[in-house]
């Protein structure tokens, strides 16, 4: 599917001068192509595929040392740990003793010491403490919680295809925003909003299939995506072009997948983590997103070599993408609690 005003293909190279770069307030609208019903039917497909109860609680980077990695998933408290071995363990952040929250206990040695009254949790059942069912995906820590989920429960997550690792540079991002998942999902499942909303980082957008990606899950494909002709900034005229496609493989995640340009390959996981209500009652949601990135031109070896450096970069583009995007679901989700929603 390809729409009259799809521009040609992106040519693989690296950088690309815009030789009539058209100023932010005379670019196409893209109002009439953003219809309503397109988002929301995609959001309710998204909606409806199983997740076998699994939440993606942070970064797998993010465990070892001293102290747990804590959170809440749907009001639950959670902490995930380095056990004997380097074996991830997850379960309640809460002490059974005397409930204690085990997000300020300490690690050692495996064990979880509860800084209360000195319980020991080594991952195995103790005390009334329960262990949750845990996956490391290579990027992401998932903890699964069926009375949360309230699915089938699996026996993994349903995680999304991505570059091996060994060739790749991850970086992950974590925001926080009042609103519900699928304010997120939603946000993520409007690709014409991109330049226009974020014209500090796109230009020259164009969503080229709208509802005609393909999406896999078991080794089934659907007609179920959004493709996009969009260019990277990146300073002045200079731009990289690129094909990307836009699926959601479970209710709660939406991937943007390069599939042509500079980058192919390379992944955009956005996982929407409900974390339960705040002081004034209002829902909170976790954006865990990961970006994968790889590359076949030789230089990204040396990228790969300089990740450390380059991770706080990467994190820190993706904190203002997110600063806008947060502000979009957040109002969606407003709206919405007030019956005033116009989609």
């Given at each position: 599917?390809?729409?009259?005003?799809?521009?040609?293909?992106?040519?693989?190279?690296?950088?690309?001068?815009?030789?009539?770069?058209?100023?932010?307030?005379?670019?196409?609208?893209?109002?009439?192509?953003?219809?309503?019903?397109?988002?929301?039917?995609?959001?309710?497909?998204?909606?409806?595929?199983?997740?076998?109860?699994?939440?993606?609680?942070?970064?797998?980077?993010?465990?070892?040392?001293?102290?747990?990695?804590?959170?809440?998933?749907?009001?639950?408290?959670?902490?995930?740990?380095?056990?004997?071995?380097?074996?991830?363990?997850?379960?309640?952040?809460?002490?059974?003793?005397?409930?204690?929250?085990?997000?300020?206990?300490?690690?050692?040695?495996?064990?979880?010491?509860?800084?209360?009254?000195?319980?020991?949790?080594?991952?195995?059942?103790?005390?009334?403490?329960?262990?949750?069912?845990?996956?490391?995906?290579?990027v992401l820590v998932w903890v699964r919680l069926d009375d949360v989920g309230g699915e089938p429960a699996t026996a993994a997550p349903f995680v999304p295809r991505r570059p091996a690792g060994s060739a790749a540079l991850s970086a992950v991002y974590v925001g926080v925003g009042a609103c519900e998942p699928e304010d997120v999902v939603a946000n993520r499942l409007d690709p014409w909003h991109g330049a226009w909303f974020h014209p500090y980082?796109?230009?020259?957008?164009?969503?080229?299939?709208?509802?005609?990606?393909?999406?896999?899950?078991?080794?089934?494909?659907?007609?179920?995506?959004?493709?996009?002709?969009?260019?990277?900034?990146?300073?002045?005229?200079?731009?990289?072009?690129?094909?990307?496609?836009?699926?959601?493989?479970?209710?709660?995640?939406?991937?943007?997948?390069?599939?042509?340009?500079?980058?192919?390959?390379?992944?955009?996981?956005?996982?929407?983590?409900?974390?339960?209500?705040?002081?004034?009652?209002?829902?909170?949601?976790?954006?865990?997103?990961?970006?994968?990135?790889?590359?076949?031109?030789?230089?990204?070896?040396?990228?790969?070599?300089?990740?450390?450096?380059?991770?706080?970069?990467?994190?820190?583009?993706?904190?203002?993408?997110?600063?806008?995007?947060?502000?979009?679901?957040?109002?969606?989700?407003?709206?919405?609690?007030?019956?005033?929603?116009?989609?």
């Amino acid at each position: 599917m390809r729409s009259q005003q799809s521009p040609g293909r992106p040519r693989r190279r690296l950088l690309r001068v815009r030789q009539r770069p058209v100023p932010w307030q005379d670019q196409r609208p893209t109002w009439m192509d953003a219809r309503p019903a397109v988002i929301a039917q995609a959001l309710k497909r998204a909606q409806a595929r199983p997740s076998g109860n699994w939440y993606v609680v942070g970064a797998v980077r993010d465990v070892g040392g001293e102290r747990p990695l804590a959170g809440t998933v749907g009001g639950r408290e959670v902490v995930v740990w380095r056990g004997v071995g380097g074996r991830l363990v997850a379960g309640p952040g809460v002490c059974p003793h005397l409930g204690a929250p085990l997000t300020d206990s300490a690690v050692r040695c495996g064990t979880l010491i509860c800084h209360w009254h000195g319980l020991a949790l080594d991952g195995t059942p103790f005390a009334g403490w329960e262990p949750l069912p845990v996956h490391d995906d290579g990027v992401l820590v998932w903890v699964r919680l069926d009375d949360v989920g309230g699915e089938p429960a699996t026996a993994a997550p349903f995680v999304p295809r991505r570059p091996a690792g060994s060739a790749a540079l991850s970086a992950v991002y974590v925001g926080v925003g009042a609103c519900e998942p699928e304010d997120v999902v939603a946000n993520r499942l409007d690709p014409w909003h991109g330049a226009w909303f974020h014209p500090y980082s796109f230009v020259d957008l164009r969503v080229v299939a709208p509802g005609g990606g393909t999406a896999r899950r078991g080794g089934t494909e659907g007609d179920d995506g959004f493709t996009v002709d969009v260019s990277f900034k990146v300073a002045g005229r200079l731009v990289v072009p690129v094909r990307a496609e836009f699926t959601a493989p479970e209710p709660r995640t939406v991937v943007m997948r390069i599939t042509e340009g500079e980058g192919r390959g390379s992944v955009v996981e956005t996982h929407a983590t409900p974390l339960g209500p705040d002081s004034w009652g209002r829902p909170r949601t976790a954006v865990v997103e990961a970006v994968i990135a790889t590359s076949d031109r030789p230089g990204f070896a040396a990228a790969r070599r300089a990740a450390p450096l380059l991770r706080p970069l990467i994190r820190a583009a993706a904190g203002r993408l997110w600063r806008d995007d947060l502000a979009y679901a957040e109002r969606r989700w407003t709206l919405r609690s007030t019956n005033s929603f116009p989609g």
